[in-house]
């Protein structure tokens, strides 16, 4: 059985905050307002797999309102989720994602976030897309104010 989730992240950037990417601090002057550690990519992705099994939402399971979260890595999260969904009895066919942000140009990092992603999901690089654009300058993000990114993630039962 074979089940597919979606999921949008938008955060605001401000200065002199951490600009994390699945993961990657990127070097920036602007970085992610946020409760957690901001990372909008794995937030999407995570909350991706929780619609993906019906889970509710990201919001859910790490509250804004729990201290515990408070700066809490997003990867962090994503491994709770990842070992939920294994205690469930499914496993990931892919993903495929994309970041929406004016500056920094994310080329450089896409095989360090790739990589980072995969080897938090246990599985293998190649089932993980990370692609990154711009907003030509149009809108909160082609102005430098925000980010924002969206995932698709297909996960199928684990028949072992």
Known sequence: ??????????????????????????????????HSDGDVLTHAITEAIIGALGLNDLGYHFSDKDPVNKNRSSLEMLTIINDKMHSIGYEIVNIDSIIIIEKPKLRPYINDIRTSLAQTLNIDKSLVNVKATCAEKLGFIGEGKGIMAQAIVMVRKDES
Do not use: E, W
């Open 1 to 34: 059985m074979y089940r597919i989730g979606q999921s949008t992240d938008i955060h605001q950037l401000a200065l002199n905050k951490k600009l994390i990417l699945g993961g990657i601090s990127i070097p920036s002057d602007f970085g992610c307002v946020a």
